[in-house]
């Protein structure tokens, strides 16, 4: 197991940009492939972005390629998002999650997962 501490979140004008980090601490790190996703209000949570065990491969959403670059750093046992270009529709709780499954973008194979942060972009 290992647990997950995501900071970086904020409220932010559409247009600007936000770092979101996640720090993690039990298991090394680098067992785990890592993901981000995020749930707005009224919705299901979403895959947004995820990274290979040692940050080989990456893979992202349509909705945020382009705009949204995950990597990490495995010395400092952390996984960052960063989102530039921010819009309205980006507004959610954001999660990070822990997999050694693989960066899938499915949920449901992730294993461990942080307390969230908020993210609000405002028009």
């Known amino acids: 197991q290992v647990q997950l501490v995501e900071s970086g979140g904020g409220l932010v004008q559409a247009g600007g940009s936000l770092t979101l980090s996640c720090a993690a601490s039990g298991r090394t790190f680098s067992r785990y492939a890592m993901g981000w996703f995020r749930q707005a209000p009224g919705k299901e949570r979403e895959f947004v972005a995820s990274?290979?065990?040692?940050?080989?491969?990456?893979y992202y959403a349509d909705s945020v390629k382009g705009r949204f670059t995950i990597s990490r750093d495995n010395a400092e046992n952390t996984v960052y998002l960063q989102m530039n270009s921010l819009k309205p529709e980006d507004t959610a709780v954001y999660y990070c999650?822990?997999?050694?499954?693989?960066?899938?973008?499915?949920?449901?194979?992730?294993?461990?997962w942080g307390q969230g942060t908020q993210v609000t972009v405002s028009s």
């Open positions: 990274i290979t065990r040692y940050g080989g491969r990456t």
């Open positions: 999650a822990a997999s050694t499954e693989g960066p899938s973008i499915k949920s449901s194979l992730y294993d461990d």
